[in-house]
């Protein structure tokens, strides 16, 4: 059985609710359907209308946001309308059906290459959502998962590939320039996305040595002591964020509560960048010392 789950998201209309799952839903598309006839070709808009509050159904690449009617509030129902998207899914439930998904137009997309601290990794950002986990690939045989990765490896001067969100970034080998390089790679991802090519296979990525969990997209805190968890969390809301805007990405590896030593993993931009290991070392030890008073000694930073 597919390993689906939905979150709950409300929206700037109190009566529009997002369901948002996490794997996609639809290859680049949008469908709006405002009533059960619209929604013939789409089997679960369609089990949708038959709930007498919903009024339109909108459904786009990781979720599916429902319009309701005022005779209830979402507060009394949402449970069970996620409950029955999640079985659903899970039973093998057709989102669309494939003559609704030919017969809308293909979507624009647009790529812009943005350069990094890093001068051997190059950020191609794109302005949808691309892949809804972190995913990092160094070598061709670690792309088993990512359809993309393994043709972006092709290309000769492709060493490693990063992806989150709405960005790819690329390491490429000393043997190129980026001025020579950029609008071919760019030109490939903008039309690859188009033809609805896909990105990374449906589940979470894994390494190829399952021993290596060092880049592991998410962090189960579940098993994770308090001040580890603290950590987390800071890291996640204060850290990545700026990470990812220069194309890469952080993850807590460790925490020794004897010696206070912080462990993180660079990805990315930030992975092998001559100035990041030093830079966010000592930027996220001095925030983590602050914030997590008499807790954290030290923060050691390791190249993904």
């Not at 009024?55 to 309701?68: D, L």
């Not at 990063?162 to 950029?182: G, L, P, Q, R, V």
Request: net charge negative; charged share 25%.
């Amino acid at each position: 059985m597919r390993d689906l789950n939905i979150e709950i998201k409300t929206t700037n209309r109190p009566s529009i609710l997002k369901f948002e799952i996490n794997e996609f839903l639809t290859e680049q598309k949008s469908f709006e359907f405002n009533n059960i006839e619209e929604a013939k070709n789409s089997p679960i808009a369609s089990q949708l209308f038959h709930l007498p509050f919903v009024k339109t159904v909108f459904i786009s690449q990781n979720f599916i946001a429902i319009e309701k009617f005022n005779i209830v509030e979402w507060e009394d129902v949402q449970n069970e309308v996620a409950e029955q998207l999640l079985n659903f899914l899970k039973n093998g439930g057709k989102v669309v059906n494939d003559i609704e998904e030919k017969s809308t137009k293909k979507v624009p997309v647009t790529v812009y290459a943005e350069s990094t601290p890093n001068p051997s990794v190059m950020k191609f950002v794109a302005n949808k959502k691309l892949v809804l986990e972190t995913a990092e690939f160094k070598s061709i045989d670690d792309a088993q998962n990512s359809p993309l990765a393994q043709k972006l490896f092709h290309f000769p001067f492709v060493k490693e590939v990063f992806m989150d969100e709405n960005y790819i970034s690329i390491h490429k080998y000393d043997m190129a320039e980026w001025d020579m390089i950029t609008n071919e790679l760019r030109g490939f991802i903008k039309n690859y996305v188009e033809e609805g090519g896909k990105i990374l296979e449906t589940g979470k990525v894994q390494p190829k040595d399952e021993s290596k969990t060092d880049n592991s997209p998410k962090i189960d805190t579940s098993n994770l002591d308090d001040v580890s968890k603290e950590i987390v969390q800071i890291l996640e809301e204060y850290v990545k964020p700026a990470v990812a805007s220069d194309g890469g990405n952080i993850v807590f590896k460790s925490y020794n509560k004897d010696s206070q030593q912080v462990e993180v993993i660079l990805q990315g931009a930030c992975s092998g960048c001559p100035s990041s290991t030093i830079t966010l070392k000592n930027g996220i030890e001095t925030m983590l010392k602050e914030m997590l008073n008499n807790k954290v000694s030290s923060v050691v930073a390791y190249n993904g």
